[in-house]
């Protein structure tokens, strides 16, 4: 069966580290010598002796300041707590602020040790429980932490204690081996013989001997050596699971504290992200609009600013939709838990949850969609999420990321479609038909004389808002629906016709009419541009208009005939032939009067079109058989 971490937390001096040996067997402030020695690779966690449910984890925390950070790397890691209070002195300062952060981590039950009560007499002891009583209301009516009095000393009440260890581990679901693998990493070192090592609790998915990873944010890749759980060689590791990886082909100094190692792709660090925060009633002042805080996350620790959805001030005790921008890269995923500490001086004044990996300039608006993705289930979340990707989609294989939930493989997408193994919301599917044939539209508005709008210059006005595999099957089903038609590279509304005005009606005709008097030796466009007073762009507009009509034809960019000149080139040319011996260009100059300059290009036409064909002698009708 799976296992639990079970954090322990408490004021220094509270008899942690002389519980956490009578649990384990384990002295914890042995492991640093251990761990000089090469002998253990764990630093400050033991397995409990149990003899049934899931394997129980604990977490020892050494000092204060580390705590923030050692229950931090437990974030998503740490299942339950084991608060450790002294019946002599009674629930402290610290204490209170640990639980603080185990409720902004969504630890929401535990199991309270209360030691030393060899201590104390049973009056004092019931003044002790009742003060750990009232801490615990924070949690709520429904979270029941049983408060059991214990002394290591006498050994009373510690198989009581486990016990109720055993019980609060077997409530916690197990978590999916399939889902994608994180594990924060909380130290980093080097063993002979077993090069760089990290360690850390799983926080999602599995990893194997042999597979490749990658560190986050700091880029580093490398592949996993070995794999030692409480000094045993393992070939895999699942879900909250604390272990040890030796990691071959990375020098340690590529390590970063607060990496993550991740074994997928999909993973990003990111800078600026959303979330719903929520701020303690014990806050003291409230937060404003674009005030700096650090921010813990995973074994991470950066400085953040925090941009309100109002804009205004968060007041203790009060959530809020926020985005949070970071100094640092963080890999994310929806979901995660996050705590937020002052600046100056260092106090926990509250923490969130991480709601959307890429918000938009303008994300106030999708806001509240992010609260409910937050509360739904998998199916509705991936809806959301979908939706709230809009035209970009969401990668398949990064769904996970973007829901918090594991992806089901044998699952359909919901109310998606999958296009190049990106989903996107159905409605957005039909919001991107209707733009682009929107676009097209307008095209055709903004330039009556064009026959067509380029597909490149419809796919780039749609690509800011739709990705491009979205972008192609929308001008796919546009045109299997008959809404659009292409030719060639163009695109257009079926009933859209080229439309000119009564003035560039009048010099079509007129550029028309100057190619009927030239001839076979017509004026080039720059003199045409030039004779009728022209604009450019509208000259190539109507040369291309005549072309389509068939009335033109373009033999080079600077030589148009009309259709019945080039019939006329046609005749002329099988009369020079007709006798069967190859042809110079003089002979075709002299049959249309014209100079060799003027002559080549049409010969090269005829050769092109298939009229005729060019031989070391001269020309020949092109199905005369070579000499």
């Known amino acids: 069966s799976g296992s639990v971490i079970v954090g322990t937390a408490g004021h220094v001096d509270h008899g942690k580290s002389s519980l956490v040996r009578a649990l384990t067997g384990i002295d914890p402030d042995r492991l640093v010598e251990e761990k ?18 899931p394997r ?38 610290q204490t209170l602020e640990h639980l603080d952060v185990a409720e902004l981590l969504g630890i929401r039950r535990g199991v309270v040790a209360l030691s030393k009560i060899d201590r104390v007499d049973t009056d004092w002891q019931g003044l002790v429980l009742d003060a750990v009583r009232e801490e615990l209301q924070r949690f709520g009516s429904d979270s029941d932490w049983p408060i059991l009095p214990i002394s290591v000393l006498t050994g009373e009440g510690l198989e009581a204690l486990r016990e109720a260890l055993i019980e609060t581990a077997s409530e ?66 699942g879900p909250a699971s604390r272990c040890a990886l030796s990691l071959a082909g990375l020098p340690l100094e590529r390590v970063e504290t ?4 991740v074994s997928d792709s999909g993973w990003r660090a990111v800078r600026r992200f959303g979330a719903r925060i929520r701020l303690l009633p014990a806050a003291v002042e409230g937060l404003d609009h674009a005030d700096h805080v650090r ?22 005790g009060e959530s809020a939709a926020a985005v949070l921008v970071t100094r640092d890269p963080i890999p994310l995923r929806v979901r995660d838990r996050f705590v937020l500490r002052r600046v100056s001086p260092m106090r926990t004044i509250g923490g969130g949850r991480v709601a959307e990996l890429a918000p938009t300039r303008r994300w106030r608006a999708s806001a509240t969609s992010w609260m409910r993705l937050l509360d739904a289930k998998p199916d509705e979340a991936t809806e959301i999420a979908v939706r709230l990707a809009a035209g970009q989609g969401i990668d398949r294989s990064a769904l996970a990321l973007h829901t918090g939930f594991p992806v089901n493989p044998d699952e359909g997408p919901g109310n998606a479609v999958v296009l190049s193994d990106r989903l996107f ?22 330039s009556p004389r064009q026959p067509g709008v380029p597909l490149e210059s419809v796919r780039s006005m749609g690509a800011d808002r739709y990705a491009s595999p979205l972008l192609e099957e929308v001008l796919r089903v546009l045109e299997s629906e008959g809404r659009v038609v292409r030719e060639g590279p163009l695109v257009r509304i079926p009933d859209h016709r080229p439309r000119l005005t009564d003035a560039e009606e009048e010099a079509k005709i007129a550029v ?36 389509r009509e068939g009335r033109v034809v373009s033999l080079t960019p600077q030589l148009f005939l009309t259709s019945e000149q080039v019939e006329r080139l046609r005749e002329g040319a099988m ?21 060799r300059r003027e002559v080549i290009p049409l010969l090269e036409y005829l050769d092109r079109t298939g009229v005729t064909r060019r031989t070391g002698s001269g020309r020949v009708a092109s199905d005369q058989p070579s000499e």
């Not at 000089?36 to 449910?53: K, N």
């Not at 607060?258 to 190692?261: A, F, I, K, P």
């Not at 991470?300 to 001030?313: I, N």
């Open 36 to 53: 000089r020695r090469g002998l253990t690779i764990e630093l400050g966690f033991a397995p409990v002796s149990v003899d049934r449910g």
């Open 56 to 93: 129980i984890e604990l977490v020892d925390v050494p000092g204060h300041e580390d705590f923030m950070r050692t229950m931090l790397a437990g974030a998503s890691g740490i299942d339950r707590l084991l608060l450790v209070v002294a019946a002599d002195e009674g629930p402290m300062p």
């Open 172 to 237: 916690v679901a197990e978590r999916p081996k399939s889902d994608l693998f994180r594990l924060p990493i909380d130290r980093a070192f080097t063993i002979p013989g077993a090069g760089t090592v990290v360690t850390g609790s799983v926080w999602s998915g599995s990893v194997a001997r042999g597979e490749a990873v990658q560190l986050l944010p700091s880029g580093g890749r490398a592949r996993v050596r070995g794999i030692q759980r409480f000094g045993t060689d393992v070939e895999t590791v």
């Open 258 to 261: 607060g990496d993550m190692v």
């Open 295 to 316: 921010l813990y996350h995973g074994t991470s620790e950066t400085l953040a600013r925090v941009l309100l959805q109002d804009g205004g001030t968060l007041a203790p």
């Open 425 to 446: 919301a159905t409605d957005i599917v039909d919001e991107a038909r209707e733009a682009v044939l929107e676009s097209i539209r307008n095209a055709h508005a903004g």
């Open 512 to 547: 028309y009419g100057a190619l009927a008097d030239g001839g076979l030796s017509p004026p080039s466009p720059a003199r045409i541009e030039e004779a009728q007073g022209l604009d450019r762009a509208l000259l190539h507009d109507l040369l291309r208009l005549l072309e």
């Open 575 to 595: 009369r020079v032939l007709a006798d069967s011996v190859p042809a110079s260009p003089a002979a075709f100059g002299s049959e249309f009067n014209l100079s």
